[in-house]
């Protein structure tokens, strides 16, 4: 546009909502050059998604604000179940852990969206010049598909506008009337996030000086995440599939003025004959109400026609709860925030075009809320794709490995879309009378649903397919889109022993347990180890080394990861730090006061000429003085011969073979890793 060179971008996310922050996150993290726009002026203060899963957490905290999300939100312990008695009186019947108990060392909390979009925010701003930008959209967006398998190219072409202030500012959702009350539907100032006056000022004055502008900028990838109306998934001509009927669910986040006893726990309630509520104790003393509206009334006959959402109100919501949570009372008198939530159960037919234009988040998937997915699987969707894409752009893998992002997703969303419905059709439904009654639903199949949907719910349960990056059995093709995304090279196929590590499953994210340094005793999580960078992990569970024979493997694994031609100086950029792309870890379980540090070879404690040895990368399975035993090789499974992890730059694990397997590990990188003194991929002799 007006002779000026279109910029040239590695990465351009569109939208700066859950998703779109978390690309950029891991861009910002991995020196990746990207830009971020959103149509909206402003982030969001207070309300929508608010449920954060224990993997969700687990995932803040390898960026290292996960203490953040942990202090201030809510912690939920317990889930209690209400069901009506044989008088049709409501009484708990149930109490359950909300968390499983053991499969995370966080639990699940929730936090309004616009506190996590915050973190985000902070966390970019500290490690990058990456700044969202407010206010500006694309309005035409091209890929030349000539160039798509070209690394170095840019084949995107995309047409950014900038908006007047005016054309950013958000609404209000249409045709909801707040019927005198002065709270808003979506976007107002929240009390509990003072800290965005400079940033709303700062919008301001980029957008006045901006507006109504356009530039070309050109990319190697783009990302929509612009919601569930993507603008980037209508312009690639894709769809979503799924069911044409929406449900609508009026949501009340309030401080409430009630006798039920059960308020600050989380309770589904389910009443005789006046439906159910999902109640969500919040922070700030606030609780939210989901409600399934059932008595909205639809503007036309056929199926799927549009509800008139202007019938439904905070008042609407309130007296629908009120009336399933009788005879106890419930009223309020402070209203944070509300909205009537209009949603069908649909997955994205493609999550990419040719895996240089990319889809997450509710651009491929949508469902209810019930379960509090719809942030943490966007979220999960975009932090599965980043640091691929930053490992392609490093020129550290080759473009197969971005086939895997559709692969292992899609089959996420299409889960949870399974999930959602039915966990729907038992929240929504009537309570049985008795055990005759076979339309009701029971008690009993209420509990086992939420207890099954937990291990779900909670994201840790994720189980990627065999990939050439998932080292395990399995039909490459069979990854429920017709996708092949399996290793596509036999010369390079690699399969994991499971037998080796009987408590790590291929494909899942790694478990994690105390371990101490051996340097200092300072005892860890192996998930604080394992920070989100973009380095892949090569973990040597060594055993007892004071046992000649594991002395000696680890002194040939030792030899072969250091040497001249080994797979870790192929496929490190000369001239980088020795853990740019690999960090390999040892983790021992000999008594840490009868070994030494000195005791591993020397890939396991590189040395620096400024920097000395590094400390940081051999462990040991002990007693600490203050925090007990971590029995790390007890909780895995690992036996006395030891073995050999790898795990993905997002700790999920590729492959587990014997503790000296060196060469089952050259050729697994070998089959998408890209050989830097050359610059393509290598062959193995
Ligand atoms: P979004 O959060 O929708 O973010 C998309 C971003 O893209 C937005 O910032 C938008 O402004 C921007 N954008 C859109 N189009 C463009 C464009 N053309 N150009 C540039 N930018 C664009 N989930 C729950 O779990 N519980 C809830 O109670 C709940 N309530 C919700 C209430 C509402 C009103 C909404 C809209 C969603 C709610 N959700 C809830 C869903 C949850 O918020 C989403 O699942 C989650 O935010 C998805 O994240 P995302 O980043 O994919 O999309």
């Known amino acids: 546009?007006?002779?000026?060179?279109?910029?040239?971008?590695?990465?351009?996310?569109?939208?700066?909502?859950?998703?779109?922050?978390?690309?950029?996150?891991?861009?910002?993290?991995?020196?990746?050059?990207?830009?971020?726009?959103?149509?909206?002026?402003?982030?969001?203060?207070?309300?929508?998604?608010d449920g954060l899963q224990c993997r969700t957490l687990e995932i803040f905290d390898s960026f290292g604000f996960g203490h953040r999300a942990w202090i201030e939100s809510n912690h939920m312990l317990e889930i209690c179940l209400w069901n009506p008695d044989k008088d049709g009186i409501i009484r708990r019947s149930d109490r359950i852990p909300d968390t499983i108990p053991g499969i995370s060392r966080f639990q699940q909390v929730v936090l309004h969206q616009g506190r996590i979009e915050r973190f985000f925010l902070d966390s970019i701003e500290s490690c990058s010049d990456i700044r969202v930008e407010r206010g500006v959209m694309p309005s035409k967006l091209e890929l030349n598909q000539t160039l798509v398998e070209d690394n170095d190219a840019y084949p995107i072409t995309v047409t950014l506008r900038h908006l007047s202030e005016e054309e950013a500012t958000p609404q209000q959702q249409t045709g909801i009337s707040t019927n005198g009350t002065s709270v808003m539907d979506g976007l107002f100032r929240s009390n509990i996030a003072p800290d965005d006056t400079q940033d709303l000022l700062n919008d301001s004055a980029h957008l006045n000086g901006k507006a109504n502008t356009e530039e070309v900028i050109q990319a190697k990838y783009v990302l929509g995440a612009d919601g569930a109306h993507s603008w980037v998934r209508n312009q690639l001509g894709f769809k979503l599939e799924g069911e044409s009927t929406d449900y609508i669910w009026g949501v009340l986040d309030i401080v409430p003025i009630t006798d039920f006893p059960d308020i600050r726990m989380r309770c589904a309630i389910h009443s005789a004959s006046a439906g159910s509520v999902m109640v969500i104790p919040r922070e700030n003393k606030l609780v939210r109400l989901y409600i399934q509206l059932t008595t909205t009334e639809k503007i036309g006959d056929s199926a799927g026609a549009r509800v008139d959402r202007s019938k439904i109100t905070p008042q609407t919501i309130l007296q629908a709860a009120q009336r399933i949570i009788a005879p106890y009372k419930l009223d309020y008198?402070?209203?944070?925030?509300?909205?009537?939530?209009?949603?069908?159960?649909?997955?994205?037919?493609?999550?990419?075009?040719?895996?240089?234009?990319?889809?997450?988040?509710?651009?491929?998937?949508?469902?209810?809320?019930?379960?509090?997915?719809?942030?943490?699987?966007?979220m999960q969707d975009a932090y599965n794709l980043g640091w691929k894409v930053a490992n392609v752009v490093k020129g550290i893998a080759s473009r197969d490995i971005l086939k895997t992002y559709q692969s292992e997703r899609r089959r996420i969303a299409q889960d949870l879309i399974a999930f959602d419905h039915r966990f729907s059709r038992l929240f929504s439904g009537r309570p049985a009378k008795d055990v005759m009654d076979e339309e009701g639903i029971s008690i009993q199949e209420f509990k086992n649903a939420f207890e099954k949907g937990n291990m779900f719910a909670s994201g840790i349960a994720v189980d990627y397919g065999s990939s050439l990056i998932v080292a395990k059995q399995g039909n490459s093709t069979d990854q429920g889109d017709g996708t092949d995304v399996g290793v596509h090279n036999p010369d390079y196929q690699v399969l994991s022993i499971p037998t080796l590590a009987t408590k790590v499953e291929v494909g899942k994210r790694i478990?994690?347990?105390?371990?101490?340094?051996?340097?200092?005793?300072?005892?860890?999580?192996?998930?604080?180890?394992?920070?989100?960078?973009?380095?892949?992990?090569?973990?040597?569970?060594?055993?007892d080394i004071r046992d000649p024979v594991q002395a000696a493997k680890l002194k040939n694994v030792g030899t072969k990861?250091?040497?001249?031609?080994?797979?870790?100086?192929?496929?490190?950029?000369?001239?980088?730090?020795?853990?740019?792309?690999?960090?390999?870890?040892?983790?021992?379980?000999?008594?840490?006061?009868?070994?030494?540090?000195?005791?591993?070879?020397?890939?396991?404690?590189?040395?620096?000429?400024?920097?000395?040895?590094?400390?940081?990368?051999?462990?040991?399975?002990?007693?600490?003085?203050?925090?007990?035993?971590?029995?790390i090789y007890e909780n895995l499974g690992i036996g006395p011969a030891g073995c050999s992890v790898v795990l993905r730059p997002d700790q999920y694990v590729s492959y587990v073979g014997p503790m000296d397997a060196y060469d089952e590990l050259d050729k697994f990188f070998s089959g998408f890793m890209v050989t830097q003194e050359k610059g393509k991929k290598v062959v193995l002799s």
């Open 1 to 49: 546009v007006n002779g000026v060179q279109p910029e040239k971008v590695d990465v351009l996310i569109v939208g700066a909502g859950p998703a779109g922050l978390m690309m950029a996150e891991w861009m910002a993290k991995c020196g990746i050059k990207t830009r971020i726009c959103d149509k909206r002026g402003t982030k969001i203060f207070n309300g929508q998604a």
């Open 333 to 378: 008198r402070k209203l944070d925030w509300w909205t009537a939530y209009q949603i069908g159960q649909r997955v994205g037919t493609q999550f990419s075009s040719h895996e240089r234009i990319f889809l997450a988040g509710d651009a491929v998937h949508t469902h209810s809320p019930k379960a509090g997915q719809g942030m943490n699987v966007s």
């Open 511 to 543: 478990p994690s347990h105390k371990i101490l340094n051996q340097s200092d005793a300072r005892p860890s999580h192996l998930h604080e180890l394992l920070r989100s960078n973009g380095r892949w992990r090569i973990i040597t569970f060594a055993g």
């Open 561 to 631: 990861l250091a040497a001249p031609n080994s797979f870790l100086k192929r496929f490190t950029p000369s001239g980088g730090r020795y853990d740019d792309v690999f960090e390999v870890l040892a983790i021992h379980n000999a008594p840490r006061t009868q070994v030494s540090f000195f005791d591993f070879p020397e890939v396991y404690r590189n040395f620096d000429e400024i920097e000395g040895w590094d400390y940081w990368k051999i462990f040991v399975d002990g007693q600490s003085y203050h925090e007990g035993h971590g029995q």
